[in-house]
């Protein structure tokens, strides 16, 4: 059985640093890219970030470079956002997402993290 | 960068009621489009891929068409439990992607 589980979500205040957890179960985590996906109140969803199977290729949407690393450590099954700087506009519930062919076929319950001054 | 438009925002629908959606990629992605169910509380699910290819365990009343730049997504007898908020998602310029606006069925 997938499953995917974030964590580490919460209340944090403007141009400071969180950190998302992802720990993954039930597939070969090693063999799949994993994105990040977020949705802020009222909004629809926003691409974050990618990461390679590998760990060696990242990439990030435009609203996150720079501010936002992903990153994973295939040994513990586990994905990372490292998000620095936050600012209000980063307040949404952060999902990770396995990626197959293109597709996110299978999701987390997702985070909520809440930027505040 | 490939921006995706979907029409329209929003739609009042009833049950029984065939609803279609439609997504426009601002270049050609073939047919690297994919649509997903988001109900509120609950992750985004995977309905198809590559446009037309129906996931596991998705009823059949579900459909996608089109390439290149115009897909749509079609319920053909709409259920209590599709009232949702439907997203296109491109997957051409994988590893990044992008999501369309989203269209809410209510």
């Known amino acids: 059985q997938v499953r995917l589980v974030e964590s580490g979500g919460g209340v944090v205040q403007t141009e400071k640093a969180l950190t998302l957890s992802c720990v993954v179960s039930g597939f070969t985590f090693s063999r799949h890219a994993i994105h990040w996906v977020r949705q802020a109140p009222g909004k629809g969803l926003e691409w974050v970030a990618v990461i390679s199977s590998d760990g060696t290729l990242d990439y990030y949407g435009d609203s996150v470079n720079g501010r936002f690393r992903i990153s994973r450590d295939n040994f513990k099954n586990t994905l990372y956002l490292q998000m620095n700087s936050l600012r209000r506009d980063d307040t949404a519930i952060y999902y990770c997402?396995?990626?197959?062919?293109?597709?996110?076929?299978?999701w987390g319950q997702g985070t909520l993290v809440t930027v505040s001054s | 960068d490939i921006q995706m438009t979907q029409s329209p925002s929003s739609l009042s629908a009833s049950v029984g009621d065939r609803v279609t959606i439609a997504c426009r990629a601002s270049q050609d992605i073939a047919n690297y489009l994919n649509w997903y169910q988001h109900k509120s509380g609950r992750p985004p699910k995977l309905l198809i891929s590559?446009?037309?290819t129906l996931q596991s365990g998705v009823p059949s009343r579900f459909s996608g068409s089109g390439s290149g730049t115009y897909f749509t997504l079609t319920i053909s007898r709409l259920q209590p439990e599709d009232f949702a908020t439907y997203y296109c998602q491109q997957s051409y310029s994988t590893p990044s992607v992008t999501f369309g606006g989203g269209t809410k069925v209510e």
């Open positions: 997402a396995r990626e197959a062919d293109g597709a996110l076929d299978f």
């Open positions: 590559a446009a037309s």
